[in-house]
Each structure stands twice: as C-alpha cells, then as structure tokens.
C-alpha cells in the first residue's frame, strides 16, 4: 500500500543546509519531524542576509529532496 500522500512526515529527518555567497552549500543542522509532521529551526542570520534550504529523503522514492531558498522567518 502506498503512503497517505496527506499523512504527516512523523518522525522524519530534516536536514538544513546554508547556502553561501559562491553559491555552494554547507550542513548545518538536522531534526526530526514531531507528531504533527512538523519541525521547528533558529537559524543564525535568517532574514539578516543568510539563506538555507532544507532537505529530506523521499518517504515514496530514496531521492533526496529539497525546499525552496529560506531568506526570511516563518511558521
């Protein structure tokens, strides 16, 4: 049975990833989803110059996915 396409990531590392002025990227921290599928994150700089995306393994397919450019803070 396939997954619930609208069940929540429970559980499911979160990797975040600096984006830096070359254009090259850099690990910076990781978490786990909570009950409700969501993960919460301080990152230094967000919203003051400094940009980061945030990656995750496919629950459906073994492929790495990733966010849109982070800039600003949000919910």
Known sequence: MAPDADA???NHEINVREILADGS????TKAKTDT???VTFS???LGSGKRYVLQA????ANKTRQSAVID???Q
């Open 8 to 10: 929540p990531l429970i």
């Open 36 to 38: 409700n599928g969501q």
């Open 43 to 45: 990152l230094d700089g």
């Open 57 to 60: 393994k496919s629950s459906r």
């Open 25 to 28: 990227n850099v690990w910076r």
């Open 72 to 74: 600003t803070a949000g």
